[in-house]
């Protein structure tokens, strides 16, 4: 009896285990503030396509807005969307609150695709989510580092990371669109 219910005990942690291991290397496990405040949580996200960008309003690049608008009217409905994360972490290229990003966003690009609270990026005070999307400890592709605003990572059905992309990169490239339409 006391060996039964040892089997059970382990078979049990070892499901738990299993389970919080295929967890944990996924975006899915991630809930985060949204540029308004509200909860956004990546588990509703499940079955969907994503692409995570980290965004600056006086950039070079900030002119991929329009692409990454374009290309999130073009497919939201054939399960993919783009997160815009708003960084200052590069020259300073993000200088505003979050009512000032997401008035420029709306105002110049009329960004409907989800935009987070303002983070950081790189750097020790990195947003979890930014450690997870650069560590392959933590999701089990590759390490790497975001090299400047718009650098992308592209997440697969299950919530992996697949592709990450370089900010100069433009958002409607076609390895991207290829990327998204891959299965469809």
Same mark, same amino acid.
């Given at each position: 009896m006391?060996r039964?219910l &040892? #089997?059970?005990i382990?078979?049990t942690?070892?499901? !738990?285990?299993?389970?919080? #291991?295929?967890?944990d290397?996924?975006?899915h496990?991630?809930? $985060?503030?949204?540029?308004?405040g509200?909860?956004?949580d *990546?588990?509703?996200?499940?079955?969907?396509k994503?692409?995570?960008v980290n965004?600056a309003?006086?950039c070079? &690049? !900030?002119?991929?807005?329009e692409?990454?608008?374009? &290309?999130? /009217?073009?497919?939201?409905d054939? %399960?993919?969307m783009? $997160?815009?994360?708003? /960084? %200052?972490?590069f020259?300073?290229?993000?200088?505003?609150n979050n009512e000032?990003?997401?008035?420029f966003?709306?105002?110049?690009?009329? $960004?409907?695709?989800?935009?987070?609270?303002?983070?950081?990026v790189?750097?020790?005070k990195?947003?979890?989510?930014?450690?997870?999307? #650069?560590?392959k400890?933590?999701?089990? *592709?590759k390490?790497?580092?975001?090299t400047w605003?718009?650098q992308?990572y &592209?997440?697969? #059905?299950?919530?992996?990371?697949?592709?990450?992309?370089?900010?100069?990169?433009?958002?409607d /490239?076609?390895?991207i $669109?290829?990327w998204?339409?891959?299965?469809?």
């Amino acid at each position: 009896m006391l060996r039964l219910l &040892l #089997t059970s005990i382990l078979l049990t942690m070892s499901l !738990t285990l299993s389970a919080q #291991t295929s967890v944990d290397n996924s975006i899915h496990q991630f809930k $985060v503030a949204d540029i308004y405040g509200n909860i956004f949580d *990546f588990s509703k996200l499940k079955g969907k396509k994503i692409m995570i960008v980290n965004t600056a309003s006086k950039c070079g &690049l !900030t002119y991929q807005y329009e692409a990454l608008q374009e &290309l999130y /009217s073009q497919y939201k409905d054939f %399960n993919f969307m783009i $997160v815009g994360f708003p /960084s %200052n972490d590069f020259l300073w290229q993000e200088p505003g609150n979050n009512e000032d990003i997401i008035e420029f966003c709306e105002e110049n690009y009329g $960004v409907t695709f989800p935009m987070m609270s303002k983070i950081t990026v790189k750097g020790s005070k990195k947003h979890p989510i930014y450690q997870f999307l #650069t560590q392959k400890s933590k999701n089990k *592709f590759k390490d790497s580092r975001v090299t400047w605003n718009f650098q992308k990572y &592209l997440i697969n #059905t299950d919530g992996k990371i697949e592709k990450i992309i370089s900010p100069r990169t433009r958002p409607d /490239s076609q390895e991207i $669109v290829s990327w998204i339409t891959d299965g469809q």
